[in-house]
């Protein structure tokens, strides 16, 4: 399971070069890098890749959802090429999930405000909560499943109805 990823806030023109790199190495180098390592044992034993990209197109956020995006095609790629070998490759696209990146992020950004933005936060869902751990977890187990056997080379939205 690749799932790593860091945000950089800004839109394009906010989005110094630098940013943007240290944003690709670890999104998306990241999972390279996994798959690149796993996959001549996995050529032998079978299995899932499962990958987490995100919902994307979050505004201000323009290299984590290039990011993100990368990770979503990269999946396809590595469904179809290893297909033949018995290995599965899906994604999982997370809207916004309650974890304590969330509300670090929100006690950083948000000083004095973090109750009232974890709210506005909460309602952009249109569930009006955001998820859980527990329950990208649960989608997880299934997903690496037998249950799941025939599903390969898809992403699965876990957003809340966004």
């Not at 998306?28 to 987490?52: A, E, F």
């Not at 323009?62 to 599965?88: C, N, P, Q």
């Amino acid at each position: 399971m690749n799932n790593s990823g860091i945000a950089h806030i800004g839109n394009v023109e906010q989005t110094q070069e630098i940013d943007f790199d240290r944003v690709f190495a670890i999104n998306v180098k990241g999972v390279y890098n996994c798959m690149y390592g796993v996959l001549p044992i996995m050529k032998k034993t079978g299995g899932v890749i499962l990958d987490i990209a995100s919902i994307a197109g979050i505004k201000n956020r323009f290299a984590y959802t290039a990011s993100k995006g990368a990770v979503h095609t990269m999946t396809y790629s590595v469904a179809k090429d290893y297909l033949a070998e018995g290995i599965g490759c899906n994604s999982i696209s997370p809207a916004s999930i309650h974890t304590p990146f969330v509300d670090g992020y929100l006690k950083k950004h948000f000083q004095g405000e973090a109750d009232s933005a974890y709210e506005t936060l909460s309602k952009t869902q249109p569930i009006g909560r955001m998820g859980t751990p527990k329950e990208v977890a649960d989608l997880v187990v299934y997903l690496c499943s037998d249950e799941a056997a025939f599903i390969t080379g898809t992403d699965f939205p876990i957003d809340g109805g966004y």
